[in-house]
């Protein structure tokens, strides 16, 4: 894979361009996607930004979200965006599976393959890019992959609150061990532009609707299992309860943060039977790697302190599964 500022002499003429992210988007994968899009429409392409999936509501105040294609539900407006591109940019991700339907049509295209992303061991698919696991978000990424091709003097106002936005989320506001000094020195230059930060706080954090909160209460009283002797916490939530809550994208993100908030807690997860499959999400503190743990025992894979899986087994299989998996690795949570 070649250094992503060596893509330079591609941008110099007009390209029609697709940029593209992992399925069920954060924070993260559509504030870095819809910040490369206002700075590849300044330099004159024509740009589209394609999901995967339908996205969280708490996302649509992003400048530029209302005019992303959900690819299974616009399917014909997504083929015709991809038709005869130049260039697609993979964001957030690091594999094309994790793009779900979208894959089998993006691994036959034969346009150039660029990839931003801060995600472990990226699939060898791409002919440019930057695979940066030191880095706290993609959108941090995409901020410093347009200094790299330098255009600095290009980022905006609505490209300053879509980085914030994915460095904000993916950093747990500023508080996880991504949060380097140069992620602050990012975000002072963010300031210096003008960014008011606290709107964006409250667009995220405040604009969810009262069954979230009944949703978080019930399945922390009743859903949250804590082994104690494993230093490890678990939320389980069986498909019965999103339905009762009518939960939607983006309604159960972070709640597995919850867990870590317990003293003494290394290892939290949160289980969840979406119907087609059982979703999985882990978080760590200390030197407890949960990327490691979700590739050998969830098919899954992410960061050093926060990863996903999934299984195919019931949710009660797949509860069982992850208490042997805790008991296997007794002596690293200690």
Known sequence: MKRIEEIKPLLETPKRVVITMHQ???????????????????????????SPTNYP???????GAKDVIDFE?????????????????????????????????LTKMACTKILIDHHLEPQPTFEYGVSDTTAASTAQLV??????????????????????????????????????????????????RGLKHEIIHSAIYDNFLENRLR????????RMEVYYEYNTA?????????????????DTEGVVNFLLSIQ?????ALIIDRHSEIKLSFRSKGDFDVNTFARKYFDGGGHFHASGGH????LEKTIQHFIEAIKENEEALQ
């Not at 950093?171 to 975000?187: L, N, P």
């Not at 003494?264 to 939290?268: D, M, R």
């Open 24 to 50: 069920k988007p954060d924070a993260d994968a559509m504030g870095s996607s819809l910040a490369l899009y206002h700075y590849l429409r300044q330099k004159g392409h024509d740009v589209t930004v394609i």
């Open 57 to 63: 509501d708490f996302l649509i105040w992003m400048p």
């Open 73 to 105: 539900s616009m399917q014909e407006k997504a083929f015709k965006a991809l038709e005869g591109i130049d260039l697609l940019f993979c964001l957030d991700f690091n594999a094309l599976y994790r793009t779900k339907s979208m894959e089998p049509y």
């Open 143 to 192: 901020y410093e992959t347009i200094y790299k091709l330098g255009d600095g003097d290009l980022i905006n106002e609505n490209m300053a609150q879509c980085i914030y936005a994915g460095t904000m989320t993916d950093t747990g506001s500023f508080r996880f061990a991504s949060t380097s000094a140069r992620v602050h020195r990012m975000v002072a230059d963010l300031f210096d």
């Open 215 to 222: 949703f978080l209460g019930h399945s922390l009283l009743n």
């Open 234 to 250: 678990m939320i389980a939530i069986p498909y019965t309860d999103l339905k009762r809550f009518d939960l939607q994208t983006g």
């Open 264 to 268: 003494g807690i290394k290892l939290a």
């Open 311 to 314: 299984s195919s087994e019931t």
